[in-house]
C-alpha cells in the first residue's frame, strides 16, 4: 500500500487526505445541527401555526376594483338650516333683544354608499344623510338619480336609501365573522369630493368598541386611508366581498392617520333587513345600567372574574326587575357564553322583543342563574339612558 502511495507527489497526496477529512467532518457536523435542532422536520411543520392563505401579495387588485367600484356610489345631500345673523340686524342698538326673522339657508353634503341590490337599495352612514331635503346619487358611469330614504339607525349610523333604477351593479355581501387581523381590506369612496378612490391597507383590528362614536359599536378598524367623505364607503376583501361600510378614522389633524373604522357587515345585514322591512330598528330590552367590571372593581367586590357587567341600576318594571336582578350583581355569562358589558349589550340589542335568555350572574360570591324574558327597547324620548354604561364623551371623526 505505501509503496502504490509513493508513486504520486506528496501534493497529491495530502490534497486527497484533505478532501476525505472535509467530506468526513462535513458529515458529522451535519449530525451535529440535526440533534441540535431539537426536532426532525415532520416535528417543526407539525408545531408551526397553520396558515389560512398562502402569504403572496397579488401584483395587482385590479380585478377585485373593477367588479366593485361600480357598485360604490357619492351621495350628495342638501339641508335647508334656518339660521339668524345678529351682524346683519340694522336695529340691535336701537331695540335690545330685537331679532331678525331666521333665514333659511342651503348646505350641501358629501358622503358615499353603496348599492346591495339591483333594484336600487343603497347602504350609508345615518350621519351622511341626516336632517337631508335632498339627496342626489352618482354612480361610476355618471348617471345622476334621486334616492328617498328607506329607514334609518343613528344607534349603529347606518341608513338605506333607494333609487328608482333595474340592473344596477351591487356588491356580494361578506361576513365580518370571517375577518382576521392581519386580513387585507380595500377602502372605496368619495374622500374630500375627489370621486371613487380606492385605499388598501390591512385590518388592524376587529371588536373595537367603547370608542363613544356609535351607540353600539363593534368597529372593524383599518389602516387603509379613510377620509371625510368616504363615510358609508364599501371596505372589502380581497375576494371583493363587502365586509364594513366605513365610517368614522380617530385624528389629531383631521385627516386619515392610520386608524379609521367600519360598521362590520354582520351588523349592517341585520339593521338592514329590519329599516328594509319596517322602516326602523327595533331592539330588545333587558333594563339595566351596568358598567363594565375592572380588575380594581372586582377587588374591592371580593370577585375572583375580572370580566363582566355590574349592575349598577335596575330600570323598574322592567325584564331584569321582573326576574329577580339587583344592584352590584353581576353578570359573567350569557347562554353560556362568557361575557362582558360590551359583549351583552351588543348580544341583546341584536335579540328580538319576547327573546328568553339565561344570565350566569354572581352575588355576594356566590353564582346565580337566571331566565330573563327581554321586553322592547323604548324610543329614545321614552328612555333615560337605559342599558347604557357610563361613557366617554364622543371623540371619533366621521369619514
Known amino acids: ?20 477529512g472535509s ?15 431539537g426536532a426532525p422536520e415532520a416535528a417543526v411543520t407539525a408545531a408551526a401555526p397553520q396558515v389560512r392563505e398562502a402569504a403572496t401579495m397579488p401584483t395587482t387588485f385590479a380585478p377585485v376594483v373593477k367588479a366593485v367600484l361600480p357598485a360604490v356610489v357619492n351621495i350628495s345631500s342638501t339641508k335647508v338650516v334656518r339660521t339668524t345673523s345678529f351682524q346683519d340686524n340694522p336695529f340691535e342698538n336701537l331695540i335690545p333683544g330685537f331679532r331678525m326673522p331666521d333665514r333659511p339657508q342651503r348646505r350641501e353634503g358629501e358622503g358615499s354608499g353603496v348599492i346591495i341590490s339591483a333594484d336600487g337599495y343603497i347602504v350609508t352612514n345615518d ?5 337631508a331635503t335632498e339627496l342626489t346619487v352618482s354612480t361610476s358611469d355618471n348617471r ?3 334616492a328617498r330614504v328607506i329607514g334609518t339607525d343613528a344607534k349603529t349610523d347606518i341608513a338605506l336609501i333607494k333609487v328608482d333604477a333595474r340592473d344596477l351593479a351591487h356588491v356580494s355581501m361578506g361576513s365580518s365573522s370571517k375577518v382576521e387581523v392581519g386580513d387585507i381590506a380595500l377602502a372605496m369612496g368619495n374622500p374630500f369630493g375627489l370621486g371613487q378612490t380606492v385605499t388598501m391597507g390591512i385590518i388592524s383590528a376587529t371588536g373595537r368598541g367603547g370608542l363613544g362614536i356609535e351607540e353600539y359599536e363593534d368597529f372593524i378598524q383599518t389602516d387603509a386611508s379613510i377620509n371625510p367623505g368616504n363615510s358609508g364607503g364599501a371596505l372589502v376583501n380581497t375576494k371583493g366581498e363587502l365586509i364594513g361600510i366605513n365610517t368614522a378614522i380617530l385624528s389629531r389633524s383631521g385627516g386619515n392617520q392610520g386608524v379609521g373604522f367600519a360598521v362590520p357587515v354582520d351588523m349592517v345585514r341585520h339593521v338592514i333587513t329590519q329599516l328594509r322591512e319596517k322602516g326602523a330598528v327595533t331592539r330588545a330590552r333587558l333594563g339595566i345600567n351596568f358598567q363594565e367590571l375592572s380588575p380594581s372593581v372586582a377587588s374591592e367586590l371580593g370577585l375572583k372574574a375580572t370580566k363582566g357587567a355590574l349592575v349598577k341600576d335596575i330600570v323598574p318594571n322592567g325584564p331584569a326587575s321582573r326576574s329577580g336582578l339587583q344592584k352590584d350583581d353581576v353578570i359573567v355569562a350569557l347562554n353560556g357564553k362568557e361575557t362582558d358589558g360590551r359583549s351583552l349589550r351588543l348580544a341583546i340589542g ?4 319576547g327573546t328568553t335568555v339565561d344570565l350566569k350572574v354572581l352575588r355576594a360570591g356566590s353564582q346565580r342563574n337566571f331566565a330573563v324574558t327581554l321586553d322592547t327597547m323604548p324610543q329614545d324620548s321614552q328612555r333615560a339612558e337605559e342599558e347604557q354604561p357610563f361613557s366617554a364623551p364622543r371623540r371619533g371623526r366621521r369619514g
Do not use: C, Q
Open 23 to 37: 467530506m468526513a467532518g462535513g458529515a458529522f457536523v451535519g449530525v451535529r445541527l440535526t440533534h441540535a435542532g
Open 144 to 146: 345622476e338619480m334621486k
Open 1 to 20: 500500500m505505501m509503496n502504490r502511495i509513493s508513486r504520486y507527489p506528496a501534493w497529491v497526496i495530502a490534497a486527497l487526505l484533505l478532501s476525505l
Open 350 to 353: 341584536s335579540m328580538t322583543p
Open 127 to 131: 350621519h351622511v344623510i341626516d336632517g
